[in-house]
């Protein structure tokens, strides 16, 4: 597609269930990025790959969420056992992580709600 | 590590006003700047960059300069519209790997 594409753009989940989120990033984008963005707050770093290594997992805030991607492509981060401070939301990024010189493009994110 | 440090707001101006919107760095070697901007409802996207120093990035009638002596890039403009309003991230990319440090963000909120 043209542009990053996150799914689902919104999701509503009781407390205490697991979630999944998905990035489609650009075609031939090899860096991915993804952020939370609570309300008031700015851009939380959570994971970056790199095709589909993770040299950066510092930013994910509990052992509940994971990260993965495959074939280079698409990513799914998952939350389990979901909290409520969890509600944020989630942006995905890609870039062709040609280093300092690689501008990112940002999906529309997912609003997730945790109830 | 990489930090980035910007004026919190919200600022609210009027039509027509100078804006300096303040954004200051640390970084080992040399980084790569940028200034992001999401308008209301939409996502982030890229305003301008300045990838070494003295380089000046301008957009929309947006500039900034890479100043190193300073480890700033402050966000100027000299005559806002109401079009404008938006919050504003400053952000960089360190030369060692690629992962984008992000400021808090900046909520600027232009009146007509």
């Known amino acids: 597609g043209a542009g990053v594409s996150q799914s689902p753009s919104n999701k509503v989940t009781e407390k205490g269930k697991d979630v999944e989120l998905r990035c489609d990033p650009i075609?031939?984008?090899?860096?991915l990025y993804w952020y939370r963005q609570s309300l008031g707050q700015g851009l939380e770093f959570l994971i970056y790959f790199q095709g589909n290594s993770a040299p950066d997992k510092s930013g994910l805030p509990s052992d509940r969420f994971s990260a993965e991607r495959t074939g280079g492509s698409v990513s799914t981060l998952t939350i389990q056992r979901t909290q409520q401070e969890d509600s944020a939301v989630y942006l995905c990024?890609?870039?062709?992580?040609?280093?300092?010189?690689?501008?990112?493009?940002f999906g529309q994110g997912t609003r997730l709600t945790v109830v | 590590g990489n930090s980035v440090t910007q004026m919190e707001g919200p600022v609210t101006l009027s039509e027509e006003a100078f804006l300096t919107i303040n954004c200051t760095y640390t970084?080992?070697?040399?980084?790569?700047l940028f200034w992001y901007v999401q308008y209301p409802g939409e996502g982030l996207q890229l305003l301008l960059k300045a990838t070494k120093a003295d380089d000046k990035g301008s957009n929309k009638g947006f500039e900034a300069t890479y100043r190193k002596e300073t480890t700033s890039f402050h966000l100027e403009k000299g005559s806002v519209q109401v079009s404008d309003s938006a919050v504003y991230f400053c952000a960089l990319i360190g030369n060692r790997d690629d992962k984008i440090i992000f400021g808090k963000g900046t909520r600027l909120h232009i009146l007509p």
């Open positions: 075609s031939g984008h090899t860096a």
């Open positions: 970084a080992t070697g040399y980084p790569s």
């Open positions: 990024a890609s870039s062709s992580g040609q280093g300092s010189f690689a501008e990112a493009f």
